[in-house]
């Protein structure tokens, strides 16, 4: 069983910053990939970024350059910073791990970016 917790979501304007986190309630270290979904209403959830054991990153297209996901062992935690935020960036932001062939997601936070 793994828990995960986010947080870091928030309003920000068009063009700011926000850096979510993903703390595991185990260590990390063993999950092979972890990852950041996004679902704005009335759209499905999507991956916005993936990151494995051996740091190997996916990005989907719409925040390539503009948003980082990383991981820290140490504090089995999972980051996304993310920059120049826009208005469609706008959505509930997902953790997703995947521990034993079984996925686990946290509760979500929202990110509203404002034009």
């Known amino acids: 069983q793994v828990q995960l917790v986010e947080s870091g979501g928030g309003l920000v304007q068009a063009g700011g910053s926000l850096r979510l986190s993903c703390a595991a309630s185990?260590?990390?270290?063993?999950?092979?990939?972890m990852g950041w979904y996004r679902q704005a209403p009335g759209k499905q959830r999507e991956l916005v970024a993936d990151?494995?054991?051996?740091?190997?990153?996916n990005y989907t297209d719409s925040v390539k350059g503009r948003f980082t996901i990383t991981r820290d062992n140490a504090k089995n935690t999972v980051y996304l910073q993310m920059n120049s935020l826009k208005p469609e960036d706008t959505a509930v932001y997902y953790c997703?791990?995947?521990?034993?062939?079984?996925?686990?997601w946290g509760q979500g936070t929202q990110v509203t970016v404002s034009s």
């Open positions: 997703k791990a995947v521990f034993k062939y079984v996925v686990y």
């Open positions: 185990t260590s990390i270290f063993s999950i092979n990939r």
């Open positions: 990151i494995t054991s051996n740091d190997n990153t």
